[in-house]
Nanobody
Framework: QVQLVESGGGLVQPGGSLRLSCAAS????????MAWFRQAPGKGRELVAT????????NYADSVKGRFTISRANTENTMYLQMNSLKPEDTAVYYC?????????WGQGTQVTVSS
């Protein structure tokens, strides 16, 4: 059974940093594409960044380019999202997702609040 567990969210002041983690278990993820999404109150779920588990190739939403970095640690089966220069508009629940073809698995989400 695939399980994705996010952690690392919290309250941070504008300009601050947070690192989110997504611990993956239940199968080998070497062929998967991993992603971070976020959903702000009253808005739809938005793609933040993706990473190919095998190649390490990454892609970012324009709104986070230059501020966020997605990475993975193969030996730990863990994906990360380093978030720097945080803005109030980054406030959202952040979700990790693992996908392979038409198979999708989601974590439960972690809240990130950027406020002074």
């Amino acid at each position: 059974q695939v399980q994705l567990v996010e952690s690392g969210g919290g309250l941070v002041q504008p300009g601050g940093s947070l690192r989110l983690s997504c611990a993956a278990s239940g199968r080998t993820f070497s062929s998967y594409v991993m992603a971070w999404f976020r959903q702000a109150p009253g808005k739809g779920r938005e793609l933040v960044a993706t990473i190919s588990w095998s190649s390490g190739n990454t892609n970012y939403a324009d709104s986070v380019k230059g501020r966020f970095t997605i990475s993975r640690a193969n030996t730990e089966n863990t994906m990360y999202l380093q978030m720097n220069s945080l803005k109030p508009e980054d406030t959202a629940v952040y979700y990790c997702r693992a996908s392979y073809g038409l198979q999708y698995y989601w974590g439960q989400g972690t809240q990130v609040t950027v406020s002074s």
